[in-house]
Structure formats: structure tokens, C-alpha cells
């Protein structure tokens, strides 16, 4: 594998159990880290990019948000799920680009 990759899982997994902690601390809600990693994809999605960059890069660049948002949607009380585990259900809930049909 990559090093470079293993340097993002790491970093994904960082952002996410900083996310985990913020939350537990009452810092953040789930609901206001979910709203900022929505607005994040959806301004890496929006139609002027859309159009200018394949469903693959599209989905490479939104991999990290979904697993962040996956991550965040774990109870503050729950373990967090390993990074295999998350890149799973990532790829199990994508949906296609309108695009692709």
C-alpha cells in the first residue's frame, strides 16, 4: 500500500476521534459536525465541479467526508469502528452520480 495513503487513514482517523472527543465534551453536537461535513461535500459535489471531474475522482474526493460522517454518527459512548471497517460501509452506501446512469 501507498504510504501516502496510510498517512490519510491515519489523518481520517484522527479528525474522526477528535470529532468523537469534541462531541463527548459537549464542545459539538453530532448534529453541527454532521452539518459542516455535509456542507463540505456538498461544495465539493456542486454541479460546477460536477462537471469538470470524473464519478471516481468524485468519489475519491468525497471518500473522506462520508467516512467522517459515518464516524461521527457512532454514539459518543461507542467505540469508534476501525478504519476498514468505516471504508466498507462507504463504499456499501454510495450512490451513483446522476452521470452514471
Given amino acids: 500500500m501507498n504510504v501516502a495513503n496510510l498517512q490519510l487513514e491515519g489523518l481520517l482517523m484522527a479528525v474522526a476521534a477528535i470529532n ?9 453536537s453530532v448534529e453541527e459536525i454532521d452539518i459542516a461535513l455535509r456542507k463540505a461535500e456538498a461544495g465539493e459535489t456542486g454541479e460546477e465541479r460536477s462537471e469538470a471531474i470524473s464519478a471516481s475522482n468524485r468519489d475519491a474526493i468525497n471518500f473522506p467526508i462520508r467516512l467522517l ?18 471504508a466498507r460501509m462507504v463504499g456499501q452506501m454510495k450512490e451513483p452520480y446522476n452521470d452514471q446512469m
Wanted: aromatic share 4%; hydrophobic share 40%; glycine share 4%.
Fill in 69 to 86: 460522517e459515518l464516524a461521527n454518527q457512532c454514539q459518543p459512548e461507542a467505540d469508534m469502528p476501525s478504519f476498514s471497517k468505516l
Fill in 20 to 28: 468523537h472527543v469534541l462531541v463527548k465534551k459537549g464542545v459539538l
